[in-house]
């Protein structure tokens, strides 16, 4: 016969003396307890025999979390009874919550905002702490049950619950809280423009002897930059030397936009060959501060050889993509400045992106330099495998046909066949026009053959309009040869 932890409730309890049962007592919770909208009282037969119905003994705290979990945090009318529920689960003589239970209900609190619950939560586990561990040591799971309850303290900015789970969790530790929770409160802080405070909790944690991290450093330094407070970022950069610990790429990149942002360029490019020395890679958001902000300051120039000489020394990142100086400088109409730079950068590796191809190709054509276009086009396709898109190649096979050198195009379009381009009907009929105009009326027509074969002609009189026009093209080049000689 299946046992129950609750007794179902069939008939109402004799006047005295009570019975003794694990019912939890008759809801008389504070108000707090049950949002406004789920009276106590109103249901709590029904809630009764919910538990009587789905919570069998013997309970402990992996029973009730699996409840908790499973069934009551799904059901529409019994969800906010959790909390009343683990409240009663502490009373019984037979039940002790560890941290099981603790981390449940630490994050569904959080997560459904109920603070003033959770932080009564946390002052019933500083209380009653989970004694899992062996001999004096404390629970292992203590410092990440208060750390997520402090993370949602943060994000709701409320900072003196925070600091209170803080201080609570210090109690219970072994040793010292970790760096990283430390830097969840300084991070809130700073993120809500509470520097103050946040210089003020750094100060407290070296007091504490909590070593500060390169992620201390980064949040308040970044804090600083962003709200105009330069000179305080400045002042921790130097504190952060003292402290002997090193900064990454991300604190170079925070100063030197910051640097910028104030217009000290060249303070901020002498940063970067800090950064060289200190052998911390440059990214590719350095790359990309530098030349917005030498770009912006009308240095265009400088940028250019700022690239090309971090790219000589090797430490201009791979996968960086300069296509916005390509295209500040095309559209300034210094398309072979911008050319050298892609040569530059791409002998030593930093290989072009698509779209910064395009628009050198663009800018190249833009000043009538067919040649370089060429060049440029069949490297891509030799060296990388890259292929344009259809319309940008149909593009640059009019210009190359319209200086009279279809045949050139021809071959640029068969080679870029072989690595995947897929050759339109538009792409033929430039080549038939090209060999038209050129009065080459056999390579026209095994062009036109192609297209037929592809599937770009649609009938027999377009096919036959094609061929006349190559017939006609050659019988009009005689009769020039014959009136003027050749």
């Known amino acids: 016969m299946k046992k129950h932890l609750l007794k179902p409730i069939t008939k109402p309890p004799p006047p005295s003396p009570p019975p003794q049962i694990l019912n939890p007592p008759p809801p008389q919770p504070t108000p707090s307890l049950f949002p406004p909208t789920l009276s106590p009282t109103q249901n709590y037969t029904h809630f009764l025999q919910y538990l009587n119905t789905h919570l069998t003994p013997p309970l402990t705290p992996q029973t009730l979390t699996h409840f908790l979990k499973s069934k009551l945090h799904h059901h529409p009318s019994f969800t906010h009874y959790d909390f009343h529920l683990f409240t009663w689960a502490s009373t019984l003589d037979t039940f002790s919550h560890n941290h099981t239970s603790y981390q449940w209900m630490t994050r569904t609190l959080a997560l459904s905002h109920r603070f003033s619950l959770l932080r009564t939560l946390l002052t019933f586990i500083s209380s009653n702490p989970c004694n899992c561990s062996q001999a004096i040591f404390s629970c292992p799971e203590t410092e990440p049950i208060f750390r997520f309850a402090i993370q949602s303290y943060c994000k709701a900015s409320k900072f003196d619950d925070a600091l209170f789970a803080f201080n609570s969790m210090r109690r219970l530790i072994d040793g010292k809280p970790s760096v990283s929770l430390c830097n969840i409160l300084i991070h809130g802080f700073v993120k809500s423009g509470r520097f103050d405070r946040a210089y003020e909790f750094y100060n407290q944690m070296v007091k504490d002897r909590i070593k500060p991290d390169v992620f201390t450093f980064n949040i308040l330094i970044s804090g600083y930059c962003r709200n105009f407070k330069f000179a305080f970022a400045l002042e921790m950069f130097e504190e952060m030397h003292k402290m002997g610990c090193h900064p990454n790429v991300v604190t170079f990149n925070t100063l030197i936009r910051g640097l910028f942002r104030e217009r000290r360029i060249d303070e901020g490019i002498g940063m970067v060959y800090e950064m060289i020395e200190l052998g911390c890679q440059l990214s590719d958001v350095t790359c990309e501060i530098l030349v917005d902000g030498l770009c912006k300051e009308g240095r265009v120039f400088q940028a250019c050889d700022l690239l090309m000489e971090l790219s000589k020394r090797g430490v201009l990142p791979k996968g960086y993509d300069y296509f916005v100086l390509v295209e500040i400088l095309c559209g300034k109409g210094d398309a072979f400045k911008a050319l050298e730079v892609i040569y530059e950068l791409w002998s030593k590796g930093c290989v072009p992106s698509l779209i910064s191809c395009i628009v050198m190709i663009d ?76 009065g080459n009326q056999t390579e026209g027509e095994l062009v036109v053959n192609e297209m037929l074969d592809r599937g770009f002609i649609p009938d027999l009189a377009s096919y036959n309009k094609l061929m006349d026009g190559l017939s006609n093209c050659q019988s009009s080049r005689r009769y020039q040869v014959n009136k003027f000689g050749s």
């Open 363 to 438: 800018g190249l054509r833009g000043v009538g330099k067919i040649e370089e276009v060429m060049r440029f086009v069949e490297k891509m396709v030799k060296e990388e495998g890259m292929v344009l898109d259809v319309v940008t190649f149909n593009s640059v096979l009019q210009d190359v046909c319209d200086a009279r050198r279809t045949d050139e195009a021809n071959r640029l379009r068969l080679l870029a066949s072989s690595k995947g381009l897929e050759p339109d009907g538009m792409t033929y009929k430039i080549l038939v026009s090209g060999y038209r105009g050129e």
